[in-house]
Nanobody
Framework: QVQLVASGGGLVQAGGSLRLSCVASGRTSTTYAMGWFRQAPGKEREFVAA????????QYTDSVKGRFTISRDNAKNTVYLQMNSLKPEDTAVYSC???????????????????WGQGTQVTVSS
């Protein structure tokens, strides 16, 4: 099993920044892909960003391209999501996830992620 613990959420004004962290423990592997997903009230969970096992391949949903950056520090088993120029529509609960097999090109479909951490609330005020 892999345990994921996300942190870093909070309340920020529009235009501000936050950095989310997700620490993995247990039977984790640096070759597993890691992703961030978010769920706003009344909406389905959606893909935000993902990074492959080597860290060289990343994917972003269109609405965050140029504003969010995903990265990983395999020595610390940690994935980060740097969020800049935040908008009120970014308000959601953000969750991190990990695949259970080596994936150097990270999947976008949440069904391909086997492990999930608890969410961290991000609220952007206008």
């Amino acid at each position: 099993q892999v345990q994921l613990v996300a942190s870093g959420g909070g309340l920020v004004q529009a235009g501000g920044s936050l950095r989310l962290s997700c620490v993995a423990s247990g039977r984790t592997s640096t070759t597993y892909a890691m992703g961030w997903f978010r769920q706003a009230p009344g909406k389905e969970r959606e893909f935000v960003a993902a990074i492959g096992g080597t860290g060289s391949n990343t994917q972003y949903t269109d609405s965050v391209k140029g504003r969010f950056t995903i990265s990983r520090d395999n020595a610390k088993n940690t994935v980060y999501l740097q969020m800049n120029s935040l908008k009120p529509e970014d308000t959601a609960v953000y969750s991190c996830a990990a695949t259970s097999t080596s994936r150097y090109y990270p999947p976008l479909n949440l069904r391909e992620y086997a492990y999930w951490g608890q969410g961290t609330q991000v609220t952007v005020s206008s």
